[in-house]
């Protein structure tokens, strides 16, 4: 029996416009709440940017936010994991040695920190994920822990600026998405890892579990899930990683597996009586 779904946000819950069907939503809401299933929303965005894109049904949600550093349900947050603050301006001085190209954002439990002369464009791009943005001459004005740190290139060049990143590959977990972004987090510390603590929260097991992603960095997303799902526009690492593949994020995908499969575990579950 299904009891939990998660969904990364971009590129797989989200169109391309970066909203969702929430008249399809309000059913499968509903259908959810039947069947006694949790769902979770886990993503780069802030935890505070998921509120805002769900409104009033984000009290329900247990929110996997800030690249699965964080977990926030009903207002609170019940887990996150730091990035020290001495590692993570030894990372951004590093990224700026690289380019001043893309732009850098570096995430406090406050706010979302960028460069005060960052492109009105980017900024805005920063602000669809962010819903707390801050701006400053220089990073070393920060004197919190990082949630995490994120990189935006408009140039595609992420997977080769990870590379560069190597020396601190042991002390912390960078990933590239895709081309244009890349998240680094403290250690260990990932969707697949933040899953597994709701999971224990929860006392549900990957059995239990549907999940759904597009990106490199919902690799490790599937291997918490017994029915895990690719959208079919998802890279290819993360289609071989997933148990099925599903319709695209532009075509409801999300939604409409989840009314699939919760309604297909009604008819078996009444086959069986």
């Known amino acids: 029996m299904i009891k939990l779904v ?11 416009g970066g909203d969702f069907n929430r008249e399809l939503y309000k059913d499968v809401k509903r259908l959810m709440k039947e069947k006694g299933v949790v769902f979770a929303p886990v993503t780069g965005k802030q935890c505070e940017r998921v509120e805002e894109l769900f409104g009033n049904d ?8 800030d690249s699965a550093t964080r977990i926030k349900h009903n207002g609170e947050f019940v887990y996150e994991s730091l990035l020290s603050n ?4 030894e990372i951004i001085r590093l990224l700026e040695e690289i380019s001043l190209d893309h732009t850098i954002i570096a995430c406090t439990r406050n706010c979302a920190v960028i460069k005060d002369n960052t492109p009105q464009e980017e900024a805005a791009i920063v602000r669809k994920s962010y819903a707390q943005v801050k701006q400053v001459s220089d990073f070393n004005e920060i004197q919190e822990d990082f949630v995490k740190i994120t990189v935006h290139d408009p140039a595609l060049r992420c997977f080769e600026t990870r590379e560069k990143l190597s020396r601190f590959f042991g002390s912390a977990y960078i990933v590239a998405s895709e081309a244009a972004w890349i998240d680094i987090a403290n250690a260990n510390v990932h969707k697949g890892t933040t899953v597994e603590h709701l999971q224990q929260l929860l006392q549900v ?10 990106g490199y960095n919902d690799i490790e997303l ?11 526009n998802a890279v290819q690492d993360t289609k071989d990683a997933a148990n099925f593949i599903t319709r695209s994020n532009e075509e409801d995908g999300v939604l ?3 009314i699939q499969m ?8 009444s086959c069986g009586n």
């Not at 984000?58 to 936010?65: P, T």
């Not at 097991?205 to 597009?214: L, R, V």
């Not at 599937?222 to 079919?232: E, G, H, I, N, P």
């Open 86 to 89: 001495q590692l993570g301006l």
């Open 262 to 269: 919760l309604t297909l575990q009604e008819s078996r579950s």
């Open 205 to 214: 097991t990957p059995e239990e579990t549907m999940a759904f992603g597009d």
């Open 256 to 258: 409409r597996t989840i």
């Open 58 to 65: 984000a009290h329900d949600l247990w929110i996997l936010g």
């Open 222 to 232: 599937m291997t918490r899930s017994t029915y895990s799902f690719a959208v079919r």
């Open 6 to 16: 998660l969904s990364d946000m971009d590129g797989t819950f989200l169109n391309n």
